[in-house]
């Protein structure tokens, strides 16, 4: 979709070779023999896995700063697990599976994850890094002890709530404006081994929503530990891989009858000490939401095989040529309160209307209260507000305008109807309209990008301060 040229790309083996690039950036000729006296003032960008949406990665005619080197250069490892295992010291080129498969050789994890564990580290911190857990523990900005940034003036500094705590929570969610992350200790807890996959299908909205909400706000002695939720639609790719081969058939009939079918998605995991109550916690689940086991369809598998779920996608999209095309993914946190009209006017006046969808979209419930406010993301201003993805592909007979010109209807929609939604992973191009996002956090967000980084050099594809 976006096709940008840096001036050059740097392969960094320390983090100090980032700052000394930062203060030369700045204006700092100390290593430079024939000095000069003004700032070179080009523009410099960290790079992950590459998977932002619009070149928000990118540093046009700058410096982009590959970060896997410095997950590879990593001494003594891009993955430490301290000691007890309660936290793991990560560089932040590294990739969430490769924290996840160090942390299980010392029986433990990380609490939260993305869907995808092939991004970096650095990257979903510098977003929010949002998945199925987030109901249960926050995002993976809410799971972070401490961070190495190197700011935008070319300082490296070491930030936690209690040291450095601007720049530390500036940096959480805040799109690359202040700092590269080098390193980041995350959370870790006892990890169990396997988990019991449940998919459970509605044919009705409010039920399914009903569900939803119901489960994000059980006690601990109820609450699975992962929950989503994914829309079948009959404009769509069926995809029926989850289910026995003999339901197949009878699920696709479903979603052909309704046009729409809700799949609510959770799991709840366990190991050998908790292998005796795990079928009492499942059937009092069931019970509580009333679910008959004619549309519940249940999996038994490895943790991290659970965890590595869209990793099969991935290799069933690559076989036939569907991985490396435009991706023109729209994702939103919508307030609970406009969820019906949402539904109403998104997915069944819109989506649904499509000749033809591609993709998957999810859809399901988190809690305001296990996002930290000082944080730079931004959510709605209610206590419920629903993660929707409309991750859809350009391949086929798709092409990326049609499926940006839908995904303009949907936030027009949204304008027109008053809903307060609040995008993820957004890509403005106007400056109203990042102080429209971050609202009362502008002003604190503008003061952060004057301390850290004045002369405005980092993360120039936002188009925040360009």
Same mark, same amino acid.
């Given at each position: 979709?976006?096709?940008?040229?840096?001036?050059?790309?740097?392969?960094?083996?320390?983090?100090?070779?980032?700052?000394?690039?930062?203060?030369?950036?700045?204006?700092?000729?100390?290593?430079?023999?024939?000095?000069?006296?003004?700032?070179?003032?080009?523009?410099?960008?960290?790079?992950?896995?590459?998977?932002?949406?619009?070149?928000?990665?990118?540093?046009?005619?700058?410096?982009?700063?590959?970060?896997?080197?410095?997950?590879?250069?990593?001494?003594?490892?891009?993955?430490?697990?301290?000691?007890?295992?309660?936290?793991?010291?990560?560089?932040?080129?590294?990739?969430?599976?490769?924290?996840?498969?160090?942390?299980?050789?010392?029986?433990?994890?990380?609490?939260?994850?993305?869907?995808?564990?092939?991004?970096?580290?650095?990257?979903?911190?510098?977003?929010?890094?949002?998945?199925?857990?987030?109901?249960?523990?926050?995002?993976?900005?809410?799971?972070?002890?401490?961070?190495?940034?190197?700011?935008?003036?070319?300082?490296?500094?070491?930030?936690?709530?209690?040291?450095?705590?601007?720049?530390?929570?500036?940096?959480?969610?805040?799109?690359?404006?202040?700092?590269?992350?080098?390193?980041?200790?995350?959370?870790?807890?006892?990890?169990?081994?396997?988990?019991?996959?449940?998919?459970?299908?509605?044919?009705?909205?409010?039920?399914?929503?009903? @569900? *939803?909400? =119901?489960?994000? /706000?059980?006690? &601990? %002695?109820? !609450?699975?530990?992962?929950?989503?939720?994914?829309?079948?639609?009959?404009?769509?790719?069926?995809?029926?891989?989850?289910?026995?081969?003999? @339901? *197949?058939? =009878?699920?696709? /009939?479903?979603? &052909? %009858?309704? !046009?729409?079918?809700?799949?609510?998605?959770?799991?709840?995991?366990?190991?050998?000490?908790?292998?005796?109550?795990?079928?009492?916690?499942? @059937?009092?689940?069931?019970?509580?939401?009333?679910?008959?086991?004619?549309?519940?369809?249940?999996?038994?598998?490895?943790?991290?095989?659970?965890?590595?779920?869209?990793?099969?996608?991935?290799?069933?999209?690559?076989?036939?040529?569907?991985?490396?095309?435009?991706?023109?993914?729209?994702?939103?946190?919508?307030?609970?309160?406009?969820?019906?009209?949402?539904?109403?006017?998104?997915?069944?006046?819109?989506?649904?209307?499509?000749?033809?969808?591609?993709?998957?979209?999810?859809?399901?419930?988190?809690?305001?209260?296990?996002?930290?406010?000082?944080?730079?993301?931004?959510?709605?201003?209610?206590?419920?507000?629903?993660?929707?993805?409309?991750?859809?592909?350009?391949?086929?007979?798709?092409?990326?305008?049609?499926?940006?010109?839908?995904?303009?209807?949907?936030?027009?929609?949204?304008?027109?109807?008053?809903?307060?939604?609040?995008?993820?992973?957004?890509?403005?191009?106007?400056?109203?309209?990042?102080?429209?996002?971050?609202?009362?956090?502008?002003?604190?967000?503008?003061?952060?990008?004057?301390?850290?980084?004045?002369?405005?050099?980092?993360?120039?594809?936002?188009?925040?301060?360009?």
């Amino acid at each position: 979709i976006t096709d940008v040229n840096p001036g050059a790309v740097l392969c960094p083996s320390t983090p100090a070779e980032v700052a000394r690039l930062l203060r030369f950036a700045n204006g700092d000729f100390s290593y430079d023999s024939e000095s000069t006296t003004s700032s070179p003032g080009f523009k410099v960008a960290a790079r992950g896995q590459g998977h932002s949406l619009r070149g928000q990665a990118s540093a046009p005619g700058g410096v982009v700063v590959n970060m896997t080197c410095l997950a590879k250069t990593a001494k003594p490892a891009a993955v430490v697990v301290s000691a007890d295992g309660t936290y793991a010291d990560v560089a932040a080129g590294a990739m969430w599976v490769e924290v996840l498969e160090a942390a299980l050789a010392r029986g433990v994890s990380p609490v939260t994850f993305t869907d995808y564990l092939y991004l970096s580290v650095g990257g979903t911190l510098s977003n929010a890094g949002i998945g199925g857990q987030v109901f249960r523990h926050g995002p993976q900005i809410s799971n972070v002890h401490e961070l190495d940034v190197i700011t935008g003036k070319g300082d490296m500094v070491t930030c936690s709530p209690k040291l450095n705590p601007e720049l530390f929570y500036g940096v959480l969610g805040g799109l690359g404006q202040f700092g590269i992350i080098t390193r980041a200790r995350i959370a870790l807890e006892h990890a169990p081994t396997r988990a019991k996959w449940i998919r459970i299908l509605y044919s009705d909205f409010s039920a399914f929503t009903r @569900d *939803q909400e =119901r489960l994000i /706000s059980m006690a &601990n %002695d109820l !609450r699975v530990d992962f929950l989503e939720g994914q829309l079948m639609m009959s404009n769509g790719i069926v995809d029926t891989s989850f289910f026995p081969l003999s @339901d *197949q058939t =009878r699920v696709v /009939s479903l979603v &052909n %009858d309704h !046009r729409i079918i809700y799949v609510l998605e959770v799991a709840k995991y366990y190991d050998t000490t908790t292998l005796p109550i795990i079928e009492q916690v499942i @059937d009092r689940l069931t019970r509580t939401l009333g679910i008959t086991s004619e549309f519940m369809f249940v999996q038994d598998v490895p943790y991290f095989d659970f965890l590595n779920r869209v990793r099969n996608e991935e290799d069933k999209l690559r076989s036939i040529g569907l991985w490396e095309v435009p991706h023109p993914w729209l994702n939103m946190f919508v307030p609970r309160s406009r969820i019906l009209d949402f539904h109403e006017g998104v997915i069944k006046g819109l989506l649904l209307n499509q000749t033809a969808t591609s993709g998957v979209t999810l859809f399901y419930p988190t809690n305001r209260k296990k996002w930290n406010n000082l944080m730079s993301a931004m959510i709605p201003n209610e206590d419920v507000f629903y993660v929707i993805g409309f991750l859809q592909s350009a391949g086929g007979s798709h092409n990326f305008e049609e499926l940006e010109n839908l995904n303009d209807r949907i936030i027009n929609f949204c304008d027109n109807s008053g809903i307060k939604i609040k995008e993820y992973l957004m890509h403005y191009t106007r400056k109203e309209d990042w102080i429209k996002h971050f609202g009362p956090k502008w002003n604190d967000f503008s003061r952060r990008k004057m301390m850290f980084d004045p002369e405005k050099l980092l993360s120039p594809g936002q188009d925040i301060f360009s």
